[in-house]
């Protein structure tokens, strides 16, 4: 029975967007793996997934730990035929106060581990002539944003890299895309002020923030049948704020 199921790996379910994939993935009877930094996150996941699923602890900062935390998961027979990822993280600050690590940790977080996880996934898509990467970047990533030039910087590189690898698994059946929000209400920008915030909802033509369920709605869209000739794109979700 287990490798009739359609297995998804989500990295960050514990909260914000990744908590609501998960779900909405567990509701469409996908298994969900879902990842969090802390043992009280994989007991949060445990807790909303119940018997459809489980949760990981996964440090994407510790690059090195990633492809043994995916061969775990094969050890134990399950597939990843949909892998989000999900999980980031920002420490905001201008170029010129930037320390070298708060750079690269973030580079790591937001790029580097992408491409560890991808490749550890990426055979046995490639085996079964099928598979769904999504991946959520962020509207910075394409119009830059003052005091986040390592976050940027890595949300702008996926660009590259899923376009690449989208061409190099396109003939396998399997698709690699982007959703790219905007502005949507999580933990994530609860350290906005108060004058931050109507600035940045001037710039929003639905004069809204965008909600977790939005997003995983697109990427219920783009890890099903129906997404199937979709591949190498980004799916902007805004309201409207960058076109
Ligand atoms: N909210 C927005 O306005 C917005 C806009 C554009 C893009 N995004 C993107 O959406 C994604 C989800 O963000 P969110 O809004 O849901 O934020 P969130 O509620 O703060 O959740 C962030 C998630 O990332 C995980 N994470 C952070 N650092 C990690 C690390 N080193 N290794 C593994 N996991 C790590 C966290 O896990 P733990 O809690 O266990 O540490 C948490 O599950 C991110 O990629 C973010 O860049 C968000």
């Given at each position: 029975m287990k490798n009739i199921k359609k297995t998804a790996l989500v990295t960050g379910a514990n909260k914000g967007i990744g908590k609501a994939?998960?779900?909405k993935l567990s509701k469409q009877g996908i298994r969900v793996i879902g990842t969090s930094t802390s043992q009280y996150g994989v007991?949060?996941?445990?807790?909303?997934?119940?018997?459809?699923?489980f949760g990981l602890i996964l440090d994407l900062k510790d690059t090195n730990s990633i492809s043994e935390k995916i061969e775990e998961i094969y050890k134990k027979k399950y597939s990843i035929d949909i892998l989000i990822n999900n999980a980031?993280?920002?420490l905001d600050k201008?170029?010129?106060q930037m320390k070298n690590k708060e750079w690269e940790d973030i580079i790591k977080i937001?790029?580097?581990?992408?491409f560890y996880i991808s490749k550890a996934v990426i055979r046995s898509m490639i085996k079964k002539k099928s598979g769904r990467i999504i991946t959520i970047s962020s509207i910075i990533g394409y119009t830059g944003n003052k005091g986040q030039i390592n976050y940027s910087a890595a949300k702008s590189g996926l660009i590259g890299f899923h376009k690449t690898l989208a061409l190099e698994v396109a003939s396998k059946g399997i698709t690699v895309n982007i959703?790219?929000?905007g502005l949507i209400k999580t933990e994530f920008i609860k350290d906005l002020n108060a004058s931050q915030y109507k600035n940045y909802l001037s710039k929003i033509p639905m004069k809204r923030l965008g909600t977790v369920?939005?997003?995983?709605?697109?990427?219920?869209?783009?890890?099903s049948h129906k997404a199937s000739y979709i591949t190498g794109q980004t799916l902007h979700i805004n309201g409207g704020m960058y076109m």
């Open positions: 994939i998960a779900i007991q949060a996941i445990n807790a909303y997934l119940k018997k459809n699923g980031g993280a920002k201008l170029l010129i937001n790029l580097t581990s992408i959703i790219a929000p369920e939005e997003i995983a709605d697109a990427v219920i869209f783009l890890s």
